[in-house]
Every structure is written in structure tokens, then in C-alpha cells.
């Protein structure tokens, strides 16, 4: 009977790999430390997502400042993707590789960019919050959270200004501004409630200080951003039904629209290199 061939390290390599990403269409699996990774995934994921949405106004923009600008705040939000996702696995796996349904971002950074109102809106609420956040991360007893968050809440805080300057001049502006910007609202304020809610993988987190509690910083949020609508002429809306699911893995149909872009080339060329 011939012997079998020995293991060349290239092949254990591969053989890792598999195991830790799994095959091409499927989700990739969570290392040992599943509250720690699912976390890493939210944070990944909302930076990936709503990076992505951005970079639909690149050359769409009312102006070329503008248009730069958006893209450099999606740029950000990507590098930011990049670092989350490589500490939760392979980072471009998890990007280009996942369905849908794997995918644990907040609703509100999935929603259609609308008009530009809508999306400094959307812009605002988030960032505010995202600001907020990378702030208490930056105290993370995980090394890894706490540097790239500490290098985030940097680069967030520019994104956090520049959204509010645009919603007080948009708000504070022409009839039509004001009319955009209060549509806008009306969209995006049924999905804040998602970015302050905590589950039982969360709490656990938060429990060994991996994670910040996002209850914590409500309080200020919502300061700071009727403070924002306050200048802005705008009341803030009124609290409604809140819409959730999006960290458990259940996403609007907007996601699956936006992914089929975002993972066009690597799912049709899955051999190519860059």
C-alpha cells in the first residue's frame, strides 16, 4: 500500500483557514471568544456599511468640497471596517464573503442615502453616537478595542461636526432645506433606538469591559443632538416604535441591495489579486 504524502505547512495553513472562515458562501465562524467577536462584528460592520453608503455620493455630490468630502469620511469609516473585522477574523472574508443575514449593523447606517439633507441627518445621529462610543472604547480592557477606537473617536469627531453644521444650515436654510431635512428625520428616527439597546451578548461584554454600555451615553446624545436641532430651528421628533433586529441579523431589504454592489467583484473573480 503507498504511503500517503506528508502535510506541508501551506496545506495546515489552508486547512485553518477553512475552519476559522469556512467555505466560500458561508458565514464565517466565531473564535473562541464569541462575546468578544460578535462585538468586534457590530462595530465592523456599522463602520463597513454605512462606508459603503457614503461612497455613493462619490462624483453625485451637490459640490466637488463636498464630494471629497464624503469620501474621506467613507474612507475612515473603512479603515475603521478593516481594523474591527481583521481583529474578528479575516477581514476581507467577512466583508465580500458573508450573506446577509450574517451582517450585524444597526438599521439606521443601511438606509438609502435619500437626498443630501436625509443623509447628513442620518450622518448626525450616528456619528454623534459612533463619537460618543469610541470615547468609553477607548478605556476597553481589550488592547485592541481601546487603540482602535482611541484613533477613531479622532477622525469621528470631524465626521460629528461636520454633520451638524450641515443639518443647522440645512434646517436653518430655504423652505425646501428645512422641508428635506424634516423628511430626513422623520426616516431616521425610528432606527435610534436600535443604537442604545443591549442584549444578552452585549451585556456580557459590557460585563468584562470589553464593550461600552451604550445606555450610559443616551443621556448626552440626546443633548448634544437637540442642542444641533435646536439651532437648526428643528424640534426633535417624537419617540415611536422603535425598529430593531439588525445586530441579531435581520436587515431591510436595503442591505441586500447594497451588499450585491459591495461584493460584486469578489464573489465573480474569488481567485483575482489586486
Request: net charge negative; aromatic share 8%.
Amino acid at each position: 500500500m503507498p504511503s500517503l504524502p506528508p502535510i506541508r505547512p501551506e496545506d495546515e495553513a489552508v486547512a485553518e483557514k477553512v475552519r476559522l472562515h469556512g467555505a466560500f458562501d458561508a458565514p464565517a465562524e466565531l473564535p473562541h471568544d464569541p462575546a468578544r467577536t460578535e462585538y468586534l462584528l457590530r462595530l465592523g460592520d456599522d463602520a463597513l456599511i454605512l462606508g459603503q453608503r457614503l461612497s455613493e455620493w462619490c462624483g453625485h455630490a451637490p459640490s466637488v468640497e463636498v464630494d471629497l468630502s464624503l469620501a474621506n469620511l467613507s474612507l475612515d469609516l473603512i479603515g475603521q471596517a478593516t481594523l474591527f473585522l481583521g481583529e474578528a477574523g479575516d477581514a476581507d472574508q467577512l466583508a465580500f464573503k458573508r450573506d446577509v443575514l450574517d451582517f450585524r449593523n444597526c438599521w439606521l447606517v443601511e438606509q438609502p442615502n435619500g437626498d443630501f439633507a436625509r443623509t447628513m441627518v442620518r450622518h448626525l445621529l450616528f456619528s454623534t453616537w459612533q463619537h460618543l462610543l469610541y470615547q468609553r472604547l477607548s478605556a476597553s480592557t481589550d488592547p485592541a478595542i481601546a487603540g482602535i477606537a482611541a484613533k477613531g473617536a479622532k477622525e469621528i469627531a470631524y465626521h460629528r461636526e461636520l454633520a451638524a453644521e450641515w443639518v443647522v444650515r440645512l434646517g436653518d436654510g430655504t423652505e425646501e432645506s428645512r422641508a428635506r431635512t424634516l423628511d430626513g428625520l422623520g426616516w431616521c428616527w425610528r432606527f435610534v433606538p436600535e443604537l442604545f439597546e443591549v442584549d444578552e451578548q452585549l451585556a456580557d461584554a459590557i460585563a468584562r469591559g470589553i464593550a461600552a454600555d451604550p445606555r450610559e451615553i443616551e443621556p448626552e446624545w440626546r443633548s448634544s443632538i437637540g442642542a444641533v436641532l435646536g439651532e437648526a430651528t428643528l424640534e426633535v421628533p417624537a419617540d415611536t416604535r422603535p425598529i430593531l433586529g439588525g445586530r441579531r441579523g435581520h436587515h431591510s431589504e436595503h442591505l441586500g441591495h447594497l451588499l450585491a454592489i459591495m461584493q460584486y467583484l469578489p464573489r465573480t473573480y474569488p481567485d483575482a489579486n489586486w
